[in-house]
């Protein structure tokens, strides 16, 4: 079993940036692949970023692709979203997941454990 808990939301502007960071209980966290996501009012909750075990390989969604940056440090059990040029696009309450199998996931259902979110919100 799993828990994670994000942390690092806020009210900001646009253009501004943001650290998110979850962190993992537990002795396994540096065996487990790791994603963000997010979901706005009314819409789906959809893939941001996701990170292998080693935190040699990362993959992002095309809407944040060379904004913003995965990264991990398992000595923490922690895992990183940096968000620059934030647009108001981005407002949205972005969740930490894990999975414990498999390879780096862009589907929800393919993550085991879930944080409770953390909210970002953006102005124009």
């Known amino acids: 079993q799993v828990q994670l808990v994000e942390s690092g939301g806020g009210l900001v502007q646009a253009g501004d940036s943001l650290r998110l960071s979850c962190t993992a209980s537990g002795r396994t966290f540096s065996s487990y692949t790791m994603g963000w996501f997010r979901q706005a009012p009314g819409k789906e909750r959809e893939f941001v970023a996701t990170i292998n075990w080693s935190g040699g390989s990362t993959f992002y969604a095309a809407s944040v692709k060379g904004r913003c940056t995965i990264s991990r440090d398992n000595a923490k059990s922690t895992v990183y979203l940096q968000m620059n040029s934030l647009k108001p696009e981005d407002t949205a309450v972005y969740y930490c997941?894990?999975?414990?199998?498999?390879?780096?996931?862009?589907?929800?259902?393919?993550?085991?454990?879930w944080g409770q979110g953390t909210q970002v919100t953006v102005s124009s």
């Open positions: 997941a894990a999975r414990s199998y498999g390879a780096m996931g862009v589907k929800s259902s393919e993550y085991e454990y």
